[in-house]
């Protein structure tokens, strides 16, 4: 299989077509290899548009999915971003492509592991990870002016505004556990908050003191 063909169509079919238009978010995403990021037994379905399976009953986010979190973080390269959920790694390597460092907190230890071996092997360096709660952020490294979250979360948690920095975004799916609002959030300079809400989604639920109970 041409996997960078694969790559091109994936972009213009799923992405372009669907209303994506930051360049630099189809740019990364036409070069990254999302079939890395997958089972070998699914990298023939790595271009498609719907999440696939990466074990421990999480999933990596549809492409199209992908693009729309990237492109509403609205990132200009320089930021200092904090990712919720590091699952595949894939949304981690596309963030380190668009932003200066990417710290990323995964609740599940296997996950953390896969996604830790494949960033390194693809040599993407900006990319730090962590063992911990997700729903507490990682305070160490405050502030954000970007937090990506890739679980689907009851509420906002209340540690994700306090570790956002002055005109920083918060992109997150809030709602049921079953369909969510994709949620962006900007931390103005009076220290208020304004909400978007961007387009109905579906995640895997965000778990943790924050969250959802872990059942």
């Known amino acids: 299989m041409d996997y960078a063909v694969a790559r091109r169509r994936m972009v213009e079919k799923h992405l372009v077509q669907r209303g994506i238009k930051d360049p630099r978010v189809l740019e990364v995403m036409g070069n990254i290899p999302r079939h890395k990021f997958v089972e070998d037994a699914l990298q023939s379905q ?3 548009d719907y999440a696939l399976p990466i074990g421990e009953k999480q999933t990596i986010s549809q492409p199209y999915m992908v693009a729309v979190m990237t492109e509403a973080a609205q990132l200009i390269g320089d930021e200092k971003v904090l990712e919720i959920g590091t699952g595949s790694g894939y949304q981690a390597a596309v963030l380190s492509r ?109 778990i943790g003191q924050s969250g959802w109970p872990n059942e």
């Open 98 to 206: 668009m932003a200066a460092q990417v710290y990323s907190v995964e609740r599940i230890v296997v996950l953390a592991r896969r996604a830790r071996r494949i960033l390194d092997t693809l040599q993407y360096n900006n990319v730090h990870i962590k063992v911990s709660d997700g729903t507490l952020g990682w305070t160490e490294h405050q502030p954000y002016e970007v937090i990506l979250v890739t679980a689907g979360a009851p509420d906002v948690p209340q540690e994700y505004l306090s570790q956002l920095a002055p005109l920083g975004r918060l992109v997150i799916p809030v709602g049921g556990e079953d369909t969510q609002t994709l949620r962006r959030i900007t931390r103005m300079a009076d220290n208020t908050y304004r909400e978007e809400d961007l387009l109905l989604c579906r995640f895997v639920p965000l």
């Open 46 to 48: 790595a271009y498609t």
